[in-house]
């Protein structure tokens, strides 16, 4: 059951900072996951309001990356394919969004999406799933019936959306990532928004950048960076360094504003990590279970609406019941 709604602003502090913000871990329909954003710390990194990261799961786990073929159309043939697992790595029913896009990105395994437009598509690694929910969608998101791998490591993140956009039509889409910068095998590769002079085909609806970017051992990379922008990075496998700093696995690190650069490095190790930012919101937004609104009467009216079958379609195909909503508490007061 989700806490009590999370009033989010921009942070008004400016400046380059490290600053480490850790997660606190939690449980995604039986899969294990850590909420780092929002945090006590933070509560929004441009338009960036949620960021879970899950697994590594099964051969990955404790495992420095490898790489991995990039792009829409991978496939392993199925002589080669291991047996499908007893239960699913990820199961989350179909549920509703409004006022957000979700972001998700994998470093390994597959997430079959399933939405209330029909769309469906299936997550690997290079693949970026990007869902908007406009005025409202319904999606599931599940292991698919014969994955690859038993595997499951990656991020889901939600971007805010802006006044003028929050009620859009939803909507799905699939990219694969644009390399923008690489330095003796050393790689960064644009996810969506705008890195390093180029912009991805990816739909957007405010300045923001999201880079995947990956260190082989004892590597080095500079990216440009938008100085106006909020920035943090969030490491994710093996070693990572900014500067001769090295960072935590798993914990969001706030970079602040005003940086024209990043440099990062691994160590002995191979390192992973993402990078996000974005313009400073200029909108306080309430956040409460899966909805991103402005305030109280938006998220009842949403909640009622999903739990009488109006406003948010159905999704065909997946095999079980819808998620109720949860009991609201309290209604969301601002603080």
């Known amino acids: 059951m989700p806490g009590p709604a999370e009033v989010c602003a921009a942070d008004p502090a400016t400046g380059a900072r490290l600053e480490p913000l850790p997660g606190r871990a939690s449980d995604l329909m039986g899969l294990p996951i850590r909420r780092l ?13 949620f960021l879970d990261g899950f697994g590594p799961t099964g051969s990955d786990a404790g495992q420095s990356p490898t790489p991995v073929p990039w792009g829409l159309r991978r496939t392993t043939p199925a002589s080669s394919a291991p047996k499908p697992p007893s239960h699913k790595l990820m199961d989350v029913a179909p549920h509703p969004h409004i006022g957000l896009q979700t972001v998700s990105w994998l470093l390994a395994g597959e997430i079959l999406h399933r939405d209330s437009t029909g769309a469906t598509g299936v997550g690997r690694p290079g693949v970026l799933n990007l869902m908007t929910s406009g005025r409202g969608i319904a999606h599931s998101e599940e292991t698919p019936p014969d994955p690859t791998t038993h595997d499951l490591h990656g991020v889901q993140l939600w971007v805010a959306l802006p006044e003028t956009s929050r009620h859009v039509a939803p909507g799905f889409e699939q990219r694969e990532p644009l390399l923008v910068a690489e330095e003796r095998g050393a790689r960064a590769r644009l996810v969506m928004g705008e890195a390093a002079g180029t912009r991805s085909p990816a739909t957007t609806f405010s300045p923001l950048c999201a880079v995947d970017l990956e260190l082989p051992a004892q590597s080095r990379l500079v990216l440009p960076l938008e100085p106006g922008f909020e920035h943090a990075l969030l490491p994710l496998a093996g070693e990572v360094r900014v500067g001769d700093a090295p960072l935590a696995v798993d914990t969001l690190y706030d970079l602040g504003t005003g940086r024209r650069e990043l440099c990062v490095q691994a160590g ?22 899966n909805f991103v609104a402005r305030d109280a009467d938006e998220i009842v009216a949403a909640r009622e609406a999903w739990q009488r079958g109006e406003r948010f ?11 109720p909503a949860p009991a609201m508490l309290a209604r969301p007061q601002p603080r």
Do not use: K, N, Q
């Open 37 to 49: 954003l929002p945090t006590r710390g933070r509560r929004l990194i441009g338009p960036w309001c």
């Open 268 to 289: 002995d190790r191979a390192g992973r990590a993402l990078l996000i930012g974005g313009a400073p919101f200029g909108e306080r937004i309430v956040m409460w279970w």
């Open 313 to 323: 379609g159905a999704v065909a195909g997946y095999p079980g019941e819808r998620l």
